[in-house]
């Protein structure tokens, strides 16, 4: 039976992924969530948001035990080790990968051996409710017990897993389950085959087996690829590897995060779904890509983001669904989230909001890719420079801002977003990359730059402001250090302004005012390191990374915010934003830091 759910903390939990869908297992052994087969479909396993219907798939020693666990090294694959009074075992966790790339089905394993004495060990899969939209059930066939729930289906194989009777009518719902117990040397497995409205594959588990060894050496691989030289290299390829986990590789689009509806504060309320692709992440991921060297992810990454505004043009939307569609309105489910803090949600409000900082994201990009040495096709050169004539009739409007505010106003940051974009659009002009009125856009650029100075900064304040007539601030300026609108004792200044009012510790709260609604966000405390470190404020900017990547959980994971109390992860996890905050920082501290003083970051 599974055990009785306490809304475990967040932190607690280490995502495994296949490139269609992630898993979330906790220290204990317990994945509580996992949607099959794609990170966007209602999940089967949803014990995170829905401790009373939402399934789970355990397994745990019978009796009590301690844990250490990690992931095996340049891989997502998960390693956690039991020890109970009476033996050792050690589970190895993987979302497999086929012999060509990934499978066409999802295959969940779990892999169990035994290091030192006897130890029992139980497991149970409890189908959930799939958000109360589904009553799953088990269907008995010649080849084996299939469980479905709606339009999903998976089965349970393994050996030497001693598995008992199916419990079909069991009081919580049908359950799979089993006991067996660990010698010295021995070696069982549990695997999970799924499918969602196709026939159903049911694997030998001897191949199974096999496919976990596959796929280590698949993400040792990807690992060799990945290229970083430079002060804390182990956490930044741990980070590339989360970030490795969020890229939904049937189209190339990168979702925010893994998770749905994770609280941002304890009252409620702004639990949204991160399980889409902003524009703003793609573009800042894609950047990354470049500089790691990911030359394949970042063609499918960049190929699908103009492929899918070109389809829904001429307007950028914030975001789209990882398959290229608009994304939906919100959805609400009857279920009671992860500690009873709802709504429980799928879908987002902010699709069809107008952010003008979306303009800088997609041009700087595709100026990054350029400078890579990589050329733009004609259909794309056209739509940059018309996105850039765009951005010269629209950026004295008023927008939403970064943060999706329902308040529409001159953000400040949003207009220096619009300077970015023609500084950009310049750049690719005056290269021959893009056609267009490369006049035009300097002298509207010199415009946004004459009212960001006029309307934008505040000498009483002595730091960029929230927006037009405000005294307010707003971390997400931080960003126009390194795109270099600002790398001066303006900026310098307004650094030490955020510190001072919104800074938490290492940590930093978006903008004025919201620490009584939300926690700090992680993003935005890298932001200010990597500022630092462009004002040449380097020895503050080291010391702040050496404490914020304290803050990342036991294998380094981060979610979307930190509570400055206790520590404890809120908010969607893993979070790309946060980890790409992360390692655009290292690389711009990498980069413009004296070498005598990167010697000893590790």
């Keep these: ?28 052994g317990c994945i509580d969530w996992l949607p099959l087969p794609d990170l966007t ?6 014990r ?5 219907t939402g399934g789970c798939f355990e397994l745990r020693p019978v009796a009590e035990f301690r844990t250490q666990r990690r992931y095996v090294p340049e891989t997502n694959v998960l390693e956690t080790t039991f020890t109970t009074d009476a033996g050792a075992v050690r589970v190895t966790d993987a979302l497999v990968s086929g012999v060509a790339g990934r499978l066409p089905w999802a295959e969940l394993a779990r892999r169990i051996e035994g290091l030192e004495g006897e130890v029992a060990m139980r497991w149970c899969v409890q189908p959930g409710s799939s958000l109360q939209t589904a009553a799953p059930w088990i269907e008995r066939t ?58 159903l594959h049911l694997p030998d588990p001897r191949n199974v087996d096999l496919g976990i060894d596959r796929t280590i050496d698949n993400w040792t691989h990807w690992s060799t690829v990945f290229s970083y030289d430079g002060p804390w290299a182990e956490h930044v390829q741990r980070s590339a590897l989360a970030l490795k986990l969020l890229i939904y590789s049937p189209s190339g689009a990168i979702a925010a995060a893994a998770t749905t509806s994770l609280p941002e504060n304890p009252a409620g309320g702004k639990n949204w779904d991160y399980r889409h692709a902003w524009v703003r992440d793609l573009a800042y991921t894609a950047h990354a890509l470049v500089r790691f060297g990911l030359r394949e992810e970042t063609q499918a990454a960049l190929s699908w983001m103009l492929r899918t505004i070109r389809d829904h043009g001429p307007d950028l939307h914030v975001m789209y669904t990882l398959d290229g569609d608009l994304v939906p309105e919100p959805h609400e489910y ?20 107008l952010q ?15 400078d890579a040495g990589n050329v733009l096709d004609i259909g794309t050169a056209r739509m940059l420079a018309g996105i850039a004539d765009r951005t010269c009739d629209l950026w004295r409007n008023p927008d939403s801002g970064m943060w999706e505010l329902p308040e529409i106003r001159h953000y400040t940051s949003s207009k220096m977003g619009c300077w970015k974009a023609l500084d950009d659009a310049v750049a690719l002009a005056d290269a021959g990359a893009i056609p267009g009125s490369a006049d035009r856009w300097r002298a509207e650029r010199e415009r946004i730059r004459t009212w960001i100075e006029e309307n934008g900064w505040s000498a009483e304040r002595g730091a960029y402001v929230f927006y037009a007539g405000s005294d307010e601030l707003d971390a ?24 001072d009012e919104l800074g938490a510790g290492p940590l930093l709260y978006r903008y004025s005012r919201v620490d009584a609604e939300e926690k700090t966000f992680v993003a935005c405390a890298f932001w200010r390191a ?66 005598e003083l990167l010697r000893d970051q590790t």
């Design 41 to 46: 479909d209602l999940p089967v396993f949803a």
């Design 356 to 370: 003008l900082g979306v303009y800088g994201d997609l041009i700087s990009i595709c100026r990054t890719y350029v």
């Design 48 to 52: 995170l948001l829905d401790a009373e």
């Design 476 to 499: 997400s300026v931080l960003l126009h250090a390194p795109s270099g609108f600002d790398r001066g004792e303006r900026m310098s200044s307004t650094i030490d302004a955020l510190t």
């Design 530 to 595: 990597e500022a630092l470190a462009c004002v040449g404020r380097h020895d503050e900017a080291l010391a702040l990374m050496r404490d914020l990547i304290g803050h990342a959980n036991d294998v380094g994971i981060y979610a979307e915010m930190i509570d400055a109390d206790d520590g404890s992860a809120w908010g969607n996890t893993p979070q790309a934003l946060s980890h790409l905050a992360f390692l655009t920082s290292a690389m711009t501290i990498r980069d413009v830091v004296p070498d």
């Design 142 to 199: 010649s080849h084996g017990d299939v469980v479905r729930s709606g339009a999903t289906a998976f089965a349970v194989v393994g050996f030497a897993h001693g598995p008992a009777e199916p419990d079909a009518d069991g009081t919580t719902g049908p359950r799979l389950e089993g006991t067996f117990t660990t010698a010295p040397g021995s070696r069982h497995l549990l695997a999970l085959a799924a499918t969602h409205d196709e026939p």
């Design 1 to 28: 039976m599974p055990s009785s759910p306490t809304g475990r903390p967040l932190e607690t939990y280490a995502p495994i992924g296949d490139g269609r869908t992630v898993a979330l297992i906790g220290t204990d």
């Design 334 to 353: 009857n279920v009671a989230g992860w500690r009873g803090i709802r709504p429980v949600v799928t879908g987002n409000p902010a699709g069809d909001q």
